[in-house]
């Protein structure tokens, strides 16, 4: 695996689970040193056990050694990230090209390479294209196998995928990926293949149809505040359809995370170069982009307009539960600007302190929510994390003018109201 963060770890971790030998790659030095004294640098449940019975059983193993990891393998995975670029909103390919050169040099006998970065419809070709400068195309193989996990799912999701995409021309290949997969494709996963250029698109296309069911419910969310309609009945409604499913039904904040809002751009930049008009996702991107401001004012009309030295309390500053990214979540933009009109900004997160706001001057870390909450003058509940589902806000804050604010419609407004409390909520 060329690249150690969430992807390239835990597929690694979880490949050398299934009785491979993985050897997991990074540049990051810090990285690998902190893995091979047994400290997992990301949040993400169930993989410390994991890593720590494969690392002890010699089936994984943590280098900086390209050159030797890649002689070692049949396979090697691209995992490396594939950022928005700074001159652009396309991906930025310079890590994968990189690797591409690094793994050119040190092919000693026939490897299958495998992008398992999302990467933009033809990047294949190109990285083959690097490859055979230095390399005969009997050498090696380029095959695409988009990576669906989530975080902080991600080890359920790499042991029981919905699907497992694979993408060559070469049907020997494909036959080795489906091997690979074995395990879990007996366990009931579906295998689908298709050509390179075909697995490379389902990935863009997958998230950027999340991206948009996210968009649309949260634009009916602001629909129903409007008609005193329910949003939540409106999902459970909805879902039921069997064409359109509960899932990605609810609404929340502007989504977020190191997908949905970087793959989303990207897409619609190389169709651009492919010259075609994904409207449908500009449209996705700019709806999302414009709710980031939307909730903050939402927050401002709450306060009604006194922002300046308001108590604001954030339970959970993450994109989403059960994991520390922080990469495009909406809270980067809320925080620094309730700070700026002069709020008093506390926040907790499970995951702990965020270098983002270190800077800020009057934004703090909270230890616990209990405490987090103590003064506040406004709770604002950004992330659904489990520990903020059943909080006892009247206990632990006796201002009688608390308001809360649940971003995640945790609460019931109901119950809520009839313990006395201003609750606020998204399309309810
Ligand atoms: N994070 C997710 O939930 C997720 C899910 C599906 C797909 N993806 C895709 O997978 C890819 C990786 O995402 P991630 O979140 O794991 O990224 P990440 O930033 O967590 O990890 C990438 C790692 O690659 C390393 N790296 C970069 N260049 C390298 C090189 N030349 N040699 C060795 N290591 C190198 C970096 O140091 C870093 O540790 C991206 O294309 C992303 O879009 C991510």
Request: glycine fraction near 6%.
């Amino acid at each position: 695996m060329i690249g150690t963060g969430y992807v390239g770890l835990v597929s690694g971790a979880c490949f050398a689970d299934l009785g491979n030998t993985v050897y997991c790659v990074d540049k990051d030095i810090d990285k690998i040193n902190m893995l091979n004294l047994g400290d997992i640098p990301i949040y993400e449940p169930g993989l410390n056990e994991i890593v720590k019975k494969n690392y002890l059983s010699n089936r994984l193993q943590f280098t900086n050694d390209l050159s030797k990891a890649v002689k070692l393998s049949d396979i090697v995975f691209i995992c490396v990230g594939t950022p928005t670029s700074k001159k652009d909103k396309s991906a930025d390919l310079q890590f994968v090209f990189k690797v591409a050169r690094e793994i050119s040099r040190n092919i000693n006998k026939f490897k299958i390479i495998v992008t398992k970065s999302t990467i933009p419809v033809g990047t294949g070709d190109k990285i083959e294209k690097i490859i055979s400068r230095k390399k005969s195309k009997k050498m090696f193989e380029v095959v695409s196998n988009p990576e669906f996990l989530r975080e902080g799912e991600a080890i359920r999701d790499f042991r029981y995928p919905d699907r497992i995409v694979v993408g060559s021309n070469n049907k020997k290949i494909i036959r080795k990926l489906e091997s690979l997969y074995e395990p879990l494709i007996k366990k009931g996963s579906i295998f689908f293949s298709t050509n390179r250029r075909g697995a490379e698109m389902i990935k863009y296309a997958s998230n950027a149809f999340l991206a948009t069911k996210i968009s649309y419910i949260n634009e009916i969310a602001n629909f129903c505040e409007k008609t005193g309609v329910n949003v939540e009945d409106v999902s459970l409604g909805m879902g039921l359809d069997k064409r359109i499913g509960s899932r990605f039904l609810r609404a929340g904040p502007a989504y977020g995370g190191s997908c949905f809002p970087k793959d989303t751009k990207a897409i619609t930049v190389t169709a651009d170069l492919f010259k075609t008009n994904l409207s449908i996702i500009k449209s996705v991107i700019n709806s999302n982009l414009k709710r980031r401001m939307l909730l903050i004012k939402r927050i401002k009309k709450i306060l009604s307009n006194k922002i300046k030295n308001k108590k604001i309390t954030i339970l959970g500053v993450t994109f989403k539960p059960n994991t520390d990214d922080m990469r495009e979540s909406s809270s980067l933009l809320m925080l620094p600007y309730l700070n700026k009109k002069g709020a008093k900004v506390t926040y907790y997160d499970p995951s702990g302190e965020k270098n983002e706001f270190k800077k800020l001057k009057n934004v703090f870390f909270s230890n616990s929510p209990n405490e987090a909450c103590l003064k506040a003058d406004l709770i604002v509940i950004h992330t659904e994390w489990d520990e903020f589902k059943s909080i006892d806000f009247k206990k632990i804050n006796k201002n009688k003018n608390l308001k809360i604010y649940d971003m995640r419609n945790l609460y019931s407004p109901k119950k809520m109201k009839n313990s006395g409390l201003n609750y606020y909520s998204i399309g309810r």
